[in-house]
Structures are given as C-alpha cells and as structure tokens.
C-alpha cells in the first residue's frame, strides 16, 4: 500500500509533483484502466462536484473528465468562460473562492495567452482549498504529458531511462498552437531519464523556464536533452517520436499585447504564413524509417492530418495515438480520485 497522499494538492505542472508522486498517478490510472475495462465502477467520489472552466476548446480533455468524473460517482459542471461573470471582469481569486465553497475540485483550460493561464490557474488556487487542476495552460499540458507516459509504459514497460523521444515542430495551417505539449514533455519526460531530442525551426523556441527545467531534469535523471533545427537528425534512432505543430514564441508574445481583434487575427495570420515556409516538416513513412523500427508515433490530437502527419503514419501500426486518447480518460480519472478523495485511493 503506497504512502503517497495527495489529497487537497493542485495539479497544475508536472514539475510540482515529485517522480514518486508522478508513479502514484500513473499507478492508479492503471487500476482505473483494469477496472474499467472489467466493467467494474470505482465509486470512490460520490456527491462531489469539479468544475471545468474553459476558456478554449476541448474534445478529449472536456471529455475525459466529464466522463470519468460520472464514472467516480461525481459530476462534472462545464463552464464556459465567456457564459460567466469572468467575462465582465471577476478575479481568478475570487472565482477560486466561490467554486471551492460549492464544489469540491477545479479544473481550469487558459492555454491561448503566453504569461496568462498558469498565473490565472495559480491565482484560483490562492481562492481556495480545493485542488485545481490544469487542463492546459501557456507552460503545460500535465494531464495530456501524465496519458502520454502512461501510453509510452505501456509500450515499453515501467523503465524507460535511456529511450530515446523526439520531440519535435511540425507544420500545421489551422492555427498557432499553445506551446505548452512540447514544453510539459521536455519537462516530464527529462524528468523520467528519457533523452530527449527537441526539434524546430529558427523562431518556434519555448518558453526559458521549461528549457531550463528540462536541461536540469536531464542531468538529475541521467538522461539528457539537446536542442537540433533539423526533423530528420531527431527522428535519427528514436524510440519515441512525437511531432505536433506550435505557435511562434515572439508572435504569441505580440498576440497578449493585442489591444482588438483584428489585431490578434492579423498576428494569427503572420504566424500561419511563416507556418507555411516550413511544409516539409511533415511526419510521413520516409521519416519514420529514420526512427528505430520498433519506433512509436504520438500526438496529442487533433492532428492535422495531412500536414503534421500523413494518414499512413497516423493510421498505421506504429501509431498510438487513440490508445493515447483514451488514457486521457484514465489518468483524469486518477487525478480526480487521488486528488479529491477524503483517503487515499487504493
Ligand atoms: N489533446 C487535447 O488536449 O485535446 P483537446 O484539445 O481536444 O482537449
């Protein structure tokens, strides 16, 4: 029986919660996983209510927690940021405050704004007791990276020191994308001894304190972590590869400065024009030859496909991407159950 209690705690970056802590999560997601897929339900937050405020889109993250909040035997209430009195103006800590005295979890989405989201989500959590949990913000992604080490165990086995990931940019024409997917896996998986390789052209760096981090994790973990401008030096010998587009650092910087609309659609528009100069960066079949053979292909998703990948790669045997997607549901799940419950879960 773990030790490990972490009733009441804020989930909002990875780097908060130690690499035992990390394995508590990643262990109880896959009791979760097994009791799921057994049929079993695992009551174990009866009458509790989360709120999920979002202030951007959401289909797997919306949905793995509304779902996997019923299946704990809690509820789950959506709100939409616009649809609230944030919209005219209410405080980050006095809507922490007033959540936390109805309910019993928050779960914040802020990811479009550089310097905006984890300070928000923070400023929540100064409101209340109640854990808060980030669904995405402008530094992280913990409870996509927490599905995505759970995916890359399962494929690998607990012991994933030395495994080689590319984490890498690739060209998408939808839209300027937050950067917080590659910044929460340079972060946690320096952290688990991974070497990490982060690839992306000139202009789409990230943002310093998870550079940092993930060059400091990699020396404490043993692993290693370096920076190339080129997909195809990444991809050279991976186990693990993971090419998803981003946003430009310097334009989403001018982006939060915007003072209108037209503005931002004008900063959004130089960002997928300069997207465009970099088509090649594709993930297709020639690219995944240069991976190890046994190499496995994550996104997030959405991908655009296509773009950022070829439907033979996304579709095609090395692709984990939908048992990737569905362990959002499980991990969500144990962060609920670890975080809101009275005792330990397990
Ligand atoms: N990967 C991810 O966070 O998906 P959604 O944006 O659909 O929640």
Not at 139 to 151: E, F, N
Not at 155 to 167: D, E, M, P, S, Y
Request: glycine residues 6%; aromatic residues 6%; proline residues 3%.
């Amino acid at each position: 029986m773990s030790e490990i209690c972490l009733k009441g705690r804020d989930y909002i970056e990875t780097q908060d919660f130690s690499a035992a802590e990390i394995d508590h999560l990643l262990a109880t997601a896959a009791d979760l996983k097994a009791a799921f897929h057994r049929g079993e339900h695992k009551l174990v937050l009866p009458n509790q209510t989360v709120y999920l405020l979002f202030f951007d889109n959401s289909t797997r993250t919306r949905n793995a927690f509304e779902a996997g909040a019923t299946q704990l035997g809690a509820h789950a209430h959506f709100l939409d940021s616009r649809a609230t009195q944030i919209a005219h103006g209410e405080t980050a800590y006095d809507t922490g405050r007033i959540l936390g005295s109805m309910g019993h979890g928050i779960a914040i989405r802020h990811d479009l704004i550089l310097e905006e989201g984890n300070k928000y989500m923070r400023e929540v959590a100064r409101g209340t007791d109640v854990p808060v949990i980030n669904m995405q913000c402008d530094v992280d992604h913990p409870t996509q990276t927490l599905a995505d080490l759970m995916t890359i165990r399962e494929h690998f086995g607990n012991n994933v020191r030395g495994k080689k990931i590319a984490v890498s940019w690739a060209y998408a024409p939808s839209y300027a994308k937050p950067l917080s997917v590659p910044q929460g896996l340079i972060t946690l998986m320096t952290r688990m001894g991974l070497d990490v390789t982060l690839a992306h052209p000139p202009g789409y760096r990230l943002v310093d304190r998870t550079l940092e981090a993930a060059k400091k994790n990699a020396a404490e973990a043993g692993g290693s972590f370096e920076i190339v401008d080129n997909m195809d030096a990444a991809f050279e010998d991976a186990d693990i590869v993971y090419p998803k587009s981003w946003g430009i650092y310097d334009l989403m910087l001018e982006k939060r400065d915007a003072k209108s609309s037209a503005q931002i659609d004008k900063i959004e528009q130089e960002c997928l024009k300069k997207n465009a100069e970099h088509k090649d960066w594709i993930c297709d079949a020639r690219r995944m030859k240069l991976a190890k053979k046994d190499a496995i292909y994550m996104h997030c998703l959405p991908a655009d496909r296509g773009s950022e990948v070829t439907d033979e790669v996304i579709d095609g045997p090395q692709s984990v991407v939908f048992q990737e997607a569905e362990n959002r549901l499980h991990t969500a799940k144990a962060i609920m159950a670890c975080t809101m419950r009275e005792r330990p879960f397990k």
